[in-house]
T-cell receptor
């Protein structure tokens, strides 16, 4: 089945540093990938839609200069949290689809980000 | 995408069938029903999806009412590992479109 890999699974860093999270589709190509964020005891909230070869589309309220998304190939999208602060601590999850219209999205296992 | 309504929580005895309901009374004719689940501290896992016919796979069965205004996800023999939050999502294109997650149903499977 379709597999989406996310790395790292867990990261702790100091306030002010930047953190890069990778999302890879291992056995299929993904023109579109999605980035979600989940705070404790809450549901997933979409942050942005990542499009291969073009700029990401951000949801309202998500700072595009803080959350940089790059989708350089059909199997890799990256999310960089720039100048991270404690309020950016969250569970970040990516998803991708093989592309045919009604095929489901498959999710990575998420990245737990803790900013000290 | 149509709005969905699910119970906040449900309990089920291990080995019994778990029936999780979802109301989607404003569903459009071209919208599919997708089910995902999220085990604690993991990414969501796809379970099943359907348009109007009942569907079954190795994980579960999906029963959609004839008027398509509600559906039920059935886990035929629930195990402790099925304890998770289950999300019912209605959308036109499950793959290429963003998914809107509601609060889901917390299913707790107990001995």
């Amino acid at each position: 089945g379709a597999v989406v890999s996310q790395h790292p699974s867990w990261v702790i860093c100091k306030s002010g540093t930047s953190v890069k999270i990778e999302c890879r589709s291992l056995d299929f190509q993904a023109t579109t990938m999605f980035w979600y964020r989940q705070f404790p005891k809450q549901s997933l909230m979409l942050m942005a839609t990542s499009n291969e070869g073009s700029k990401a589309t951000y949801e309202q309220g998500v700072e595009k200069d803080k959350f940089l998304i790059n989708h350089a190939s059909l199997t890799l999208s990256t999310l960089t949290v720039t100048s991270a602060h404690p309020e950016d601590s969250s569970f970040y999850i990516c998803s991708a689809s093989p592309g045919t219209l009604h095929q489901p999205q498959h999710f990575g296992d998420g990245t737990r980000l803790s900013i000290l | 995408d149509a709005k969905t309504t699910q119970p906040t929580s449900m309990d089920c005895a291990e080995g019994r069938a778990a029936n999780l309901p979802c109301n989607h009374s404003t569903i459009s004719g071209n919208e599919y029903v997708y089910w995902y689940r999220q085990i604690h501290s993991q990414g969501p896992q796809y379970i099943i999806h359907g348009l109007k016919n009942n569907e079954t796979n190795e994980m579960a069965s999906l029963i959609i009412t004839e008027d398509r205004k509600s559906s039920t996800l059935i886990l035929p023999h629930a195990t402790l590992r099925d304890t998770a939050v289950y999300y019912c999502i209605v959308t036109v294109t499950g793959g290429g479109n963003k998914l809107t997650f509601g609060t889901g149903t917390q299913l707790k499977v107990e001995l």
